[in-house]
């Protein structure tokens, strides 16, 4: 199916089945040899996972940094082991005093960027063994904080001692962890019961597709155009066209001279990317640049002014 070559489904994962579950479930759908998902959720958590297939694997190093937005709900009085509910309950105290007021005055103290201790019962690595398996083995060691910015957090409502909030996020950051660390700095205790991923960049609920209706899609031949065309996946990056008769070049991986060049935006640096069009507008490759934009008028003609990241056709 020459559609899935260089698409991306956009899916809904239940809670209960693991992210690789997932991915596995759709290669076995659409019969595609490749895929790969965006962002792991965790098997109690549900929402939106975007699997990319085929060729558009090839742009998940891309899509993986993108921010999240979640809807939570969290429970106050007690933490767990795993900072969830699907652990063991280690410490307690009563909530009664916490107040609708008092929660949304500690929740803006998590706006903005800051430092995240990654849970043990997580799939980040030490000297090459996964956390959790340290964990189940009862060996707690020391993490390294990681760097997580919190770019909204909003109340939606308390009930009883259960409070839901949204909450827009930097990749890399746990829901869990920051329902843990609001109890804390509550008082109180607490740990996270439910989780929902709305949306990756543009990925959103509205447009995502349960396993059942990626089949019966498939089945009827309606999915290509509930497809994300790669192009679409990477509109949030800033464009450059290359001359015509450097798109072979470009699509065999050869770093951009300033004589490739036909429009580029007006700002670039290196640590940025950039996707690159042909014809069609279809994107030949996404590339960094080497040099910053006050630097391009010293340049010759062959001099390189970006180098290829990825090559995408």
């Not at 759908?29 to 090839?58: Q, Y």
């Not at 990477?234 to 065999?252: G, M, Q, T, W």
């Not at 069009?277 to 279809?282: E, P, V």
Request: charged residues 25%.
């Amino acid at each position: 199916m020459s559609y899935t070559h260089n698409s991306i489904v956009n899916l809904f994962k239940p809670a209960g089945p693991t992210s690789f579950d997932m991915v596995w479930s759709v290669r076995k759908i659409l019969g595609v040899k490749k895929a790969g998902h965006i962002g792991t959720l965790d098997p109690a958590a549900e929402g939106v996972l975007p699997i990319c297939l085929n060729r558009s694997t090839r742009i998940i190093q891309f899509l993986s940094p993108l921010q999240k937005t979640y809807r939570a709900t969290l429970e106050l009085g007690s933490e767990t082991d795993t900072q969830d509910a699907t652990g063991r309950k280690i410490s307690s105290k009563d909530p009664s005093l916490v107040t609708k007021a008092r929660v949304k005055q500690v929740f803006q103290t998590f706006m903005g960027e800051q430092d995240q201790i990654p849970p043990m019962y997580s799939a980040k690595k030490k000297n090459g063994i996964p956390l959790y398996k340290l964990a189940r083995n009862g060996i707690n060691i020391a993490r390294d904080p990681v760097k997580i910015t919190v770019y909204s957090i909003d109340f939606i409502k308390k009930e009883e001692n259960q409070v839901f909030f949204e909450v827009r996020c930097s990749a890399g950051t746990y829901i869990r962890t920051l329902s843990h660390d609001i109890g804390k700095k509550l008082g109180c205790y607490a740990h996270m019961v439910r989780l929902t991923r709305t949306k990756v960049g543009l990925f959103g609920l509205g447009r995502a597709l349960t396993l059942e209706e990626l089949e019966a899609s498939y089945a009827e031949g309606s999915l290509p155009k509930k497809l994300f065309p790669l192009e679409e996946a990477l509109n949030f990056l800033p464009a450059i066209r290359v001359k015509e008769k450097y798109h072979e070049p470009v699509s065999h991986g050869v770093a951009l001279s300033k004589c490739f060049l036909e429009t580029l935006p007006d700002r670039f640096e290196p640590g940025h990317y950039f996707r690159v069009f042909g014809n069609s507008n279809k994107v030949l490759a996404v590339v960094e640049p080497v040099i910053n934009q006050d630097k391009l008028s010293e340049l010759a003609p062959e001099d390189i002014v970006f180098k290829a990241k990825r090559v995408l056709c």
